[in-house]
């Protein structure tokens, strides 16, 4: 890699110093002159470094301003600049002794400042790390979603923008603000902390931003535009990855699709939290993949015993699912209660906006099991009505038993 390549030179270049008994020599200057240089170079190209890097980079820098005297008195600095011609930004080309106003100006606690300065950006650092891999994909960039730095060179520009020509900048404001050099150590460190305080209260916002995403993917899901909807969800749980509503709402997508796999995956994560969905949409996962009936009926019936009374959507899905799986298992009567309570549930909550409906056609097949002929073309007439497949197993089980009404059936809540 080329940034850590040339900081690597630059780290041998400055222990060299370091280790010296004598006054650097031009030749010594000018490889340390021109291995910064290097660095200057990589970074423009915005080249990820990693953390420690960073703050390996902040301690190296600091420590050649300190040899300023050195530096000066043992190059020429005024005729290198006059034949290599730098950029004013590229400060160790300038770097002059410090005269004694200004030595007995600085402040007696600078070193600690520059400390503090220095550990502050490097946890700084460690959050836009974080934040531009959590920000790396997805529906909405870093910069949209907090309004802050663009996520392209989000890392290095917080860095470089600090502690190199920013701080340069940030200087001469200071000095136009007749600010004393005695305090711009400080200025530099509060503007740090402001920067770690601000990435503070980014991280302590990404609950808030992941269920922002997490509803985009819920308006998707009910249009029928999995595609976008799984975007949405993945960024949530990529955010969030404890939270068992953005892992049940992949797993309705994955089963939507038909990826029965993919899906059990997602539910069992949100499973092991306790978290009846869970229950409930593993259950029909067993009973559509046609493997294990009897774990099927055991979730949904643990699913029921965990649901309040007051998650009515759950509520008619666990109902309705059991009653698929009893009609399954050929208990027609056990069937025909479950059915019922989910129809019950459907009928009487319609401000909840139940979706699916499915119980009808299911309590029509379950008639035609007890030969009534009434119900059934009741049941059968609310089917065509109000069926509305979520999945494309529900779908292809109403093609298997309800041939003539399948194509019928409206299926944009499958996909659209």
């Not at 000066?72 to 006059?82: C, D, S, T």
């Not at 002794?97 to 700084?124: K, R, Y």
């Not at 990529?238 to 797993?251: E, H």
């Not at 194509?407 to 499958?414: A, F, K, L, S």
Request: net charge negative.
């Amino acid at each position: 890699m080329k940034l850590e390549l040339a900081l690597a030179q630059y780290t041998d270049a400055l222990t060299n110093l370091k280790l010296a008994k004598s006054e650097p020599s031009e030749i010594e200057i000018l490889h340390i002159l021109v291995a910064r240089d290097a660095i200057e170079e990589a970074l423009s190209e915005k080249t990820q470094l990693s953390v420690e890097s960073l703050a390996k980079l902040l301690e190296l820098d600091n420590f050649l301003k300190q040899q300023a005297h050195a530096i000066a008195r043992g190059a020429k600095l005024v005729q290198w600049r006059a034949t290599f011609h730098p950029s004013t930004e590229a400060w160790w080309w300038f770097l002059e002794p410090t005269s004694d106003e200004e030595v007995s100006d600085s402040h007696p606690l600078e070193p600690l400042f520059n400390g503090l300065t220095i550990a502050g950006l490097t946890t700084v650092a460690a959050y836009m790390t974080t934040f531009v891999q959590i920000f790396s994909t997805g529906g909405i960039t870093f910069a949209e979603s907090f309004g802050l730095l663009g996520q392209g060179g989000l890392l290095l520009t917080v860095i470089h923008t600090l502690q190199n020509t920013g701080q340069e900048k940030i200087k001469n404001l200071l000095k136009k603000l007749n600010i004393s050099p005695q305090f711009q150590s400080q200025a530099t460190l509060g503007i740090t902390a402001m920067l770690l305080l601000a990435s503070v209260g980014v991280n302590n916002s990404l609950p808030q931003i992941a269920e922002r995403y997490y509803q985009n993917g819920e308006k998707f899901y009910k249009d029928g535009e999995l595609e976008k909807a799984q975007a949405q969800y993945e960024q949530a749980a990529k955010i969030d990855p404890n939270n068992s509503d953005f892992q049940i709402a992949l797993g309705k997508i994955y089963e939507s699709l038909g990826d029965i796999k993919e899906a059990s995956t997602h539910y069992k994560v949100a499973l092991k939290r306790g978290d009846p969905h869970a229950f409930n949409h593993l259950g029909r996962v067993y009973i559509s993949s046609q493997k294990d009936w009897v774990t099927a009926e055991a979730l949904l019936r643990m699913g029921l015993q965990r649901v309040s009374k007051e998650e009515v959507q759950l509520n008619y899905e666990l109902h309705q699912n059991l009653g698929w799986l009893l009609l399954k298992l050929k208990k027609y009567p056990a069937a025909e209660k479950e059915l019922k309570q989910a129809v019950y549930l459907d009928e009487n909550f319609k401000e909840k906006q139940l979706d699916q409906h499915m119980a009808y056609c299911l309590l029509e097949d379950v008639m035609e099991e007890k030969k009534d002929k009434k119900e059934q073309v009741r049941w059968r007439k609310m089917c065509l009505e109000k069926a509305r497949p979520e999945t494309i197993d529900q779908y292809k089980w109403l093609i298997e038993t309800k041939k003539d009404l399948a194509g019928d059936i409206i299926t944009t809540g499958v996909v659209n």
